[in-house]
């Protein structure tokens, strides 16, 4: 017993290991690519007010992309999420238009977007928990299913937001007035809610029992329920968790544009597992890590910057984050045939 759970913890710290040296090597490429562009521009991408608006660019796809760490760790996909950001924004857009009172537009609108994100993520679990059903397929109806109610809500039309306290989650400045007394600008408000996202999720992935649980799942599912693992709960957690940040998400996207809007999201799900394969998380499950996450979606935030200021047709773009995909998934093939060979 004692063999088996020294080798358990030696496995754990080799995963750890493994996961540092993922991140580590991705921050290097992605430094690297900062001071090689940064010189092509005479500093100016580096500057402060573009790497501001790097950050806050990537705020959305970053928490989505957070959901979606833990869902592939369990060896899981969620479709779903692009079709929810549409689904919680016109339902907040909605809530804040039909209360008139603004602070309490603004604190019901908050939890109706959070809260029918997580309401949608349960649905996506259950069939997966309780049927079996593939988790591809289950999320895949929940992403047509949603866009559709989407539509349907708003006929087609956005919802225009008229909630002072709400849009300035989108587009307010954290600190500003001490921003002003330093001579720095102030840090977005989206980006504070990204950075603390992104550390509460680290936190419970890599701290806490159910973190534990999540990557036990991924790495061998029938294992972990002969030890006593309850494998359902768990899965039912991280789709929870992924569609209660899908409606968090959402929240940002809406108080920037100051509306709901129907297509809003499209194409978020593809970025959101993009940025979690970029980062080193497994599709296989089992193996990946929140700031590996971060890493990537920040990558991916930087190439489409750099692309925009070289003025890159947008066509072309997808093109290029494509090919970083590819090249992500390959390298992690490579590895793993390495240190099967081994």
Do not use: C
Not at 142 to 171: C, H, K, Q, W
């Amino acid at each position: 017993m004692a063999q088996a759970a020294a080798a358990a913890g030696d496995a754990l710290k080799q995963k750890a290991r493994a996961s540092l040296y993922r991140i580590v090597g991705i921050t290097v490429g992605l430094l690297v690519l900062l001071v090689a562009v940064n010189i092509a521009t005479h500093g100016d991408f580096l500057a402060p007010g573009n790497v501001l608006n790097i950050l806050r660019q990537i705020a959305v796809n970053a928490i989505l992309a957070t959901g979606q760490t833990f869902v592939i760790i369990t060896a899981g996909i969620d479709l779903s999420v692009g079709s929810l950001v549409a689904l919680t924004g016109v339902l907040m857009a909605g809530t804040l238009a039909g209360i008139h009172t603004p602070w309490l537009a603004l604190l019901v609108a908050i939890v109706v977007g959070i809260g029918v994100g997580g309401w949608a993520g349960a649905i996506n679990g259950t069939p997966v928990v309780k049927l079996g059903l593939p988790p591809f397929i289950t999320t895949l109806a929940m992403m047509l299913m949603a866009r559709g109610v989407a539509f349907m809500y708003t006929n087609g039309a956005p919802i225009e937001i008229d909630n002072n306290g709400f849009n300035d989650l989108g587009s307010g400045l954290f600190l500003q007035s001490l921003g002003r007394l330093v001579h720095i600008p102030g840090i977005p408000v989206p980006i504070v809610i990204m950075l603390a996202v992104v550390i509460a999720a680290s936190f419970v992935l890599g701290q806490t029992r159910f973190g534990r649980y999540v990557y036990a799942i991924g790495g061998n599912e029938e294992a972990a329920r002969l030890s006593g693992i309850a494998v359902g709960r768990v899965k039912l957690g991280v789709y929870i968790i992924s569609g209660a940040l899908a409606g968090l998400a959402s929240l940002l996207l809406a108080a920037r544009l100051n509306s709901g809007i129907p297509q809003s999201g499209l194409g978020y799900e593809l970025q959101s597992i993009a940025a979690v394969v970029v980062g080193g998380t497994s599709l296989m499950g089992g193996r990946g890590s929140i700031g590996g996450t971060f890493v990537g979606a920040l990558l991916i935030g930087v190439l489409y910057n750099v692309m925009n200021l070289l003025n890159v047709q947008s066509y072309a773009q997808e093109v290029v984050l494509g090919a970083v995909i590819l090249v992500a998934v390959l390298l992690d093939e490579l590895r793993k045939r390495y240190l099967a060979a081994r």
